[in-house]
């Protein structure tokens, strides 16, 4: 296998060739790039056929604050991506075979002119009331972090969505799993949702990195999804696919009031 290595640093090349640490890797397969920036190597990695490994020690010395931080994400959706892999896998082929609905049906019965979505930012308390006197007018779609705190508040949502693949998430629905509330899985979701929940449970296809999972996505081409990276974006995707005109955000701002 042929290794390319970027290090920023010429001195830490010299320092490793000095002390022996490359003396492993025969000279035909390793390859040092110094001169060029990190995004210039990045851009050239053939992403499909090549690892990538990032040592974050290394990144957040680097001097240029931009690359940096652009590294910076790189290294962390690499490092969720890697580890939650294959949970994404087992949970997509049992939600597979629980031959949940596909989320299509909705949008054939469905009038959804105004919708909100409801995700579990702070200023979720401040709209609270709002969300009450909305309940009716408007399709209110949660995403599962706050489907608890929305039902506790009087606040029954139209839809609830979930993508999450680890099974600490299925406290979500823990004291509500007879609920009625229609509930939207994402393909990669923990399984657990949709083996406990009793309501009426739709699934999303998704784009997917597995081969064997890509290969039945593929024979229902025109019912998947791209695949987004929070829930949020599920939420909001459901809204817009389901035909809302108009799509209100609340608690959408993960972050701190004001």
């Known amino acids: 296998i042929p290794i390319e290595v970027y290090e920023e640093d010429p001195r830490v090349v010299e320092y490793a060739k000095e002390y022996g640490v490359l003396d492993w890797i025969p000279e035909d397969r390793l390859k040092i790039i110094t001169e060029d920036s990190v995004m210039a190597f990045l851009k050239s990695v053939e ?35 890697n580890s939650l892999g294959r949970d994404m896998i087992i949970n997509s082929w049992r939600n597979i075979q629980k031959e949940l609905k596909k989320v299509s049906l909705l949008r054939e019965t469905l009038d959804m002119d105004e919708a909100i979505v409801v995700a579990a930012g702070p200023s979720l308390d401040d709209t609270m009331e709002s969300l009450r006197r909305w309940q009716g007018q408007k ?41 009625t509330v229609p509930m939207i899985l994402g393909m990669t979701a923990h399984w657990g949702f949709a083996e406990k929940y009793q309501g009426e449970k739709y699934i999303v296809h998704m784009h997917t990195f597995d081969e064997k999972v890509r290969y039945h996505v593929a024979t229902i081409a025109n019912e998947v999804w791209p695949s987004g990276s929070t829930v949020t974006w599920m939420a909001l995707e459901v809204a817009l696919r389901l035909g809302a005109k108009k799509v209100y955000l609340a608690g959408v701002d993960l972050a701190y009031p004001g």
């Open 47 to 81: 992403y499909d056929d090549t690892g990538l490994l990032i040592y974050m020690s290394s990144v957040k010395q680097m001097d240029d604050a931009f690359e940096r931080e652009i590294v910076m994400e790189v290294g962390i959706s690499l490092k969720t991506t």
């Open 139 to 179: 399709k209110i779609i949660c995403v599962g972090t706050v489907f608890k705190k929305l039902i506790s508040r009087g606040i029954r949502p139209d839809y609830v969505v979930v993508i999450d693949p680890q099974e600490r998430t299925l406290k979500q629905i823990d004291g509500l799993e007879s609920e």
